[in-house]
């Protein structure tokens, strides 16, 4: 099933600069078939759903092997039964 998602990494405790974490998380979601973006609070993606949730469980085993103690993450799926959802659709 194809999805559309936006996904929030927050480590806690890491400290003012968080770029290391996040550069983590943008190339374990390139190694997966999605199509992203990235924007100020997150990271947009369209994908199927099965890898858009495997792909966050990875990020957090991946983060906290790295040594990040404490990991939120905010998911928003979006899934449609009438057309394939996409993220160009979503442009204004």
């Known amino acids: 099933m194809r999805a559309t998602a936006e996904l929030q990494v927050v480590p806690i405790g890491e400290g003012v ?3 290391k974490e996040i550069s983590r ?11 992203i973006e990235t924007h100020a609070s997150g990271t947009n993606i369209e994908g199927e759903l099965a890898d858009i949730l495997a792909a966050a469980e990875q990020i957090h085993l991946a983060l906290h092997k790295d040594g990040c103690v404490r990991l939120v993450s905010y ?7 009438d057309k394939i959802p996409t993220l160009a659709g979503k442009r204004l």
């Open 75 to 81: 998911l928003k799926l979006e899934t449609r039964t």
């Open 17 to 19: 600069s968080v770029r």
């Open 25 to 35: 998380v943008l190339a374990l979601l390139k190694g997966y078939d999605f199509i």
